[in-house]
């Protein structure tokens, strides 16, 4: 890797190149220069991404577990996380949810547009609890550190 010659920026990129962990249950990405395994929407994942670092996605899970349907479907959490992507990334209906659910190696499971709908069944009290949630202080669940060790 070619420096840039300013030590932060160098840190940053040592820090990021390679392998990529994978947040909750989404796929681990591997960035290379080939041009092999290219793919659209990159931008949305790293959106994702720091909705689940920063915890978002977690208390919003709490906060909407009431919705919850059945214990071994999708965290509803999870589901608004999608669904507010979808809607960063240009989306205009649920069923947009689609652009996330067929690229699956980029984005793992993606609820169905049914299941999604239950979000719109909110009352006031989920919502209250969705705005509470979001309002709380976040701390990425990984120290950042772009200084060279």
């Known amino acids: ?5 300013d030590r932060r920026t160098d840190a940053l990129l040592r820090a990021t190149e390679g392998a990529f962990q994978a947040t909750g249950s989404r796929p681990r990405i591997v960035a290379t220069a080939d ?7 990159a931008g949305a994942r790293l959106l994702a991404d720091l909705a689940d670092v920063t915890g978002l996605t977690s208390v ?6 009431p919705l919850r349907v059945r214990r071994a479907g999708h965290d509803p959490g999870r589901v ?9 990334d240009g989306g205009e209906a649920i069923a947009d949810l689609a652009v996330l659910r067929d690229q ?6 993606v ?6 709908w239950v979000l719109s069944g909110m009352d ?8 509470q ?9 990984t120290p950042l550190n772009f200084e060279e060790p």
């Open 133 to 141: 949630a979001r309002a709380l202080p976040r701390r990425p669940r």
């Open 1 to 5: 890797m070619a420096g840039s010659g």
């Open 60 to 65: 919003f899970g709490d906060a909407l577990a």
């Open 35 to 41: 041009g092999r395994g290219v793919v659209a929407h």
């Open 80 to 88: 608004a996380v999608d669904v507010a992507v979808i809607l960063a």
């Open 124 to 131: 006031g009290a989920a919502l209250a609890r969705l705005r």
């Open 111 to 116: 609820a169905s547009d049914p299941t999604a």
């Open 104 to 109: 699956a190696g980029l984005f793992g499971p």
